[in-house]
């Protein structure tokens, strides 16, 4: 499991204890963050695409931190926005995804890097 420093987990704190509605922008990216890192290492690209969560607005924050190519990678995945969780994929499908997940890893596990050197810009 990929771990976040001590600065972003006591961020992460004051978001929990935070009203959502009054986060900051760098809150919220951080926050959008740590959550889809954690999806992305229980589920993969498959599953982020077939959540429920707004793709969009977390591929923004991505970018917002720097992390350029795992925006990357959600765009050059994002064809699997078109499936449903239950739906299987056929061969090449499967293959494509695989060729893309086989980034996914190393990229995540800079993210607390790469996150933590955004809270430094921002402070």
Known sequence: MIEFTPDIEEILD??????????????QHIFNIVETTRLLEEEGLFGFWTGTTNQEFIMKSFNAIGAYELH??????????NKSADQELNEVETSHLEDIESELLPLLEDVPNVLQEFLDDEI
Not at 14 to 27: F, G, M, V
Not at 72 to 81: A, M, N
């Open 14 to 27: 004051e978001i929990e204890e935070a009203d959502d509605t009054k986060l900051t922008p760098p809150q």
């Open 72 to 81: 990357d990678l959600f765009q050059s995945s994002q064809w699997c926005e």
